[in-house]
């Protein structure tokens, strides 16, 4: 057997395809490893290899821009030997999950790479904040992956008028997004969520207690993540997972499994934001002029479409706030549009200060 086809072999379970092999081919001819990193920690990290699981050094392939450090679901070609044992390179990215790490700064942190599906899991056991929905919605379609909201703890919902109104309520926030109810304590609704994820690199993302940990011990058939109840006041989690895992599926495919993030900010993803709120995208063609912020216009189709009751005021109030975000991630590294900006601002200012004024003009 070829070293490219014990590889295939022993890596297909987590993905490995020819065209993996292929990318591979300049690695093989220097005596290299193929592996997918299953764990990052501290400069370290975990390879799966044909050989099976090694520690290797990412010190080599650290540069200083955060988005091109070695994390999960990275397939890489790593020394077969040494100590340390270093990897030497990444493969090209199919996909990445990038969020921002401050609203402050204009740096991203890339959470998981080469991934098929963005699974959202958010608890019942609190009020849904779909505001919230959207953002993670929003970086997932943004990162190239196919999102899908899990309504965790659905047991603590018995009534089936009231979840199906919830799920009616995500559904509204998600288009074409598949919106799945699934209690892992009782097995319940996991069939189609194991079906969805079968195949590919799965991710699942959402906030501490959103019962993350719980769904990956269920999809995996075993207890691999450590499980804490949540906090009685306000539901909370307590971060029971703190890195990055990969983990084989028996049923096929593999997940990635994350801490909770407690903040979920965008980074250059205009493109998912409109994904998310494509409705008003499409109201948007229809507005008077082409660049309308929805906000005063005349001929804006998108308030038409909200005081006609056709379009909910939350979603827009929703879209204009993550636009405006994105936005202001992307000027800090955009000198022109930083300028353009600014410049809005003060014609929005000017046209406020003209308003009041002729407000007063007919008080007085």
């Known amino acids: 057997m ?3 086809s014990a590889a295939l072999s022993a890596l297909a379970p987590y993905g490995w395809d020819d065209a993996w092999a292929d990318a591979f081919t300049p690695y093989e001819a220097e005596g290299l490893l193929p592996g997918r990193v299953i764990r990052v920690d501290r400069g370290q990290c975990d390879v799966v290899t044909p050989g099976g699981v090694l520690r290797a050094d990412t010190a080599f392939v650290t540069p200083h821009d955060p988005l091109r450090v070695v994390c999960t679901g990275d397939w890489v070609a790593v020394e077969p030997g040494g100590n340390p044992r270093y990897v030497r390179a990444y493969l090209p990215r199919r996909t990445s999950f990038v969020r921002s790490t401050s609203s402050k700064r204009s740096e991203g942190q890339i959470l998981a790479a080469n991934v098929d599906h963005a699974v959202i899991a958010v608890s019942l056991a609190l009020e849904l904040d779909l505001g919230r929905v959207e953002r993670f919605l929003a970086l997932a ?7 899908v909201v899990v309504l965790t703890k659905a ?15 995500v559904e509204t926030s998600a288009p074409g997004v598949p919106v799945l109810t699934v209690s892992a304590l009782h097995g319940d609704g996991l069939d189609t969520l194991v079906a969805l994820v079968g195949s590919g690199t799965s991710v699942l993302l959402g906030q501490s207690g959103a019962g993350k940990s719980t769904l990956a011990n269920a999809l995996v058939g075993e207890d691999v993540m450590d499980v804490r109840a949540a906090r009685d006041v306000d539901g ?18 593999v997940l990635v499994d994350t801490p909770g993030l407690r903040g979920v900010g965008l980074f250059d993803a205009g493109g998912g934001v409109g994904q998310v709120f494509s409705e008003i995208e499409e109201l948007a063609e229809r507005c008077r002029f082409h660049d309308c912020s929805h906000e005063s216009e005349p001929g804006c189709a998108v308030r038409a479409a909200v005081e006609d009751g056709e379009l909910p005021v939350r979603r827009l109030e929703s879209y204009r706030k993550l636009m405006r975000e994105n936005q202001w991630i992307v000027a800090k590294t955009d000198a022109r549009l930083r300028a353009e900006i600014k410049k809005d601002w003060k014609r929005k200012g000017a046209q406020g200060r003209a308003a009041m004024e002729a407000k007063r003009g007919r008080w007085s």
């Open 2 to 4: 070829t070293s490219s």
């Open 236 to 253: 909370k989690g307590r971060h029971t997972t703190t890195t990055r895992n990969l983990l084989a599926l028996p049923s096929g495919g």
């Open 155 to 169: 047991d603590l919902v018995p009534d089936p008028v009231t979840l199906a109104h919830l799920v009616q309520d």
């Open 141 to 147: 379609w943004e990162s190239g992956a196919q999102p």
